[in-house]
């Protein structure tokens, strides 16, 4: 496959949404062709799944029913959308991918489905695929899950079964996060997410030039 994939990570209200549009943007300007996508819901099916998995009571789906559901999602994304962009020769941006399982259903609820069995689920759903890059936004969660909520305030239909999570499950997650850095360095890199937009941006794309030799 000729082109990248780069995953955007982190908790919540980190402003992974507004980074990827800012480098999509970058990317474009220097003739790269992207495609910019997210998890869950980067497909139609996946649309489905995600209204299942954050919308409504925290306490339907347990860490493994979430787990099969983020997976089949991801599943469904790599084989209609991520790989086929690849494959024609387009870098592909995604807001969330594997990471975030880890560290949301195993860190997050303390280990409730273990790495091994994740490590399982990901074999069967993306083989020995990985992203080319992963930056980890990291914030604060007090800061994130105000700004996440404040966010949601104007919608309609409130996508906030996580962010409704106690606040240690959200600290767990983001040292989750910091582990799977510290684990996998050539690939991952942690960024402080508490600063303006715009000095985040120029991070990124220092980051990204480095890594992938823009
Ligand atoms: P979003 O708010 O970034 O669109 O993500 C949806 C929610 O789903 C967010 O609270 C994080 C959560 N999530 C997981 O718990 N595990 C996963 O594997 C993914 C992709 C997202």
Request: net charge negative.
């Amino acid at each position: 496959m000729q082109g990248k994939f780069i995953t955007l990570e982190g908790g919540e209200g980190t402003g992974k949404s507004t980074q990827i549009k800012l480098l999509s943007e970058y990317l474009q300007g220097k003739g790269v062709e992207i495609i910019t996508t997210k998890e869950p819901g980067g497909t139609p099916l996946g649309q489905e799944i995600r209204r299942l998995l954050v919308t409504g009571e925290q306490d339907k789906l347990d860490a493994v029913g979430e787990a099969l559901l983020f997976f089949a999602d991801r599943h469904i994304h790599l084989v209609k959308k991520i790989w086929p962009a690849m494959e024609k020769g387009q870098w592909v941006l995604s807001d969330r991918f594997a990471d975030s399982t880890f560290a949301y259903q195993c860190y997050g609820y303390q280990n409730k489905v273990s790495k091994e069995i994740l490590d399982e689920l990901y074999k069967i759903a993306v083989g020995s695929f990985k992203p080319d890059l992963t930056i980890i936004l990291d914030i604060d969660p007090k800061v994130g899950i105000e700004r996440s909520l404040r966010k949601a305030e104007g919608e309609v239909v409130k996508e906030i079964r996580f962010e409704g999570i106690d606040i240690s499950f959200h600290e767990r997650l983001r040292q989750g996060y910091l582990d799977i850095a510290a684990q996998e360095p050539k690939r991952c890199v942690v960024l402080d997410a508490n600063k303006s937009i715009e000095a985040l941006h120029q991070e990124i794309v220092r980051i990204v030039e480095e890594r992938l030799g823009l």
